[in-house]
């Protein structure tokens, strides 16, 4: 038999699921954002201070170990940054999917034929 209570109750408990689920993915999408943003000030500044300093060099030894040690800790902080940002969209990964987890779980753990798994015959 039908019943709207259980329904209504049910199709509350999706309703506020998905509207946590898509708050927290907002959430990590702006601090992503923010993240990015700030790196790239960072970065920006930091060219524009190198360039200044390669400007006042007078030797072609002088400019070729600036250069080198820009371009080394420039790619040392991409490579943390980038570490960085695959954590942080991980997270937002695995943020979006927890409050989806009880609830498909359940049904699968009820079934008797969810436990029956057979691999293919070849």
């Known amino acids: 038999m039908f ?25 990590g999408v702006q601090a992503i954002a923010t993240e990015a943003a700030e790196y790239s000030k960072k970065s920006f500044q930091d060219a524009v201070n190198h360039f200044e300093t390669l400007s006042a ?9 600036l250069q080198t ?4 800790s420039s790619y040392e902080n991409f490579i943390s940054e980038a570490t960085k940002m695959g954590e ?19 049904p699968a753990a009820k079934s008797p034929k969810a436990a029956q798994v057979t691999p293919a015959a070849a």
Not at 57 to 65: K, M, N
Not at 69 to 72: L, Q, S
């Open 3 to 27: 019943n709207f209570d259980d329904t209504s109750r049910k199709s509350k408990e999706a309703m506020d699921t998905m509207l946590k689920s898509y708050s927290d993915t907002a959430k």
């Open 57 to 65: 060099a007078r030797s072609f030894e002088t400019v070729f170990e």
């Open 69 to 72: 040690g820009f371009i080394k």
């Open 88 to 106: 942080m969209y991980a997270d937002l990964a695995k943020g979006a999917y927890k409050p989806y987890e009880a609830p498909v779980s359940a």
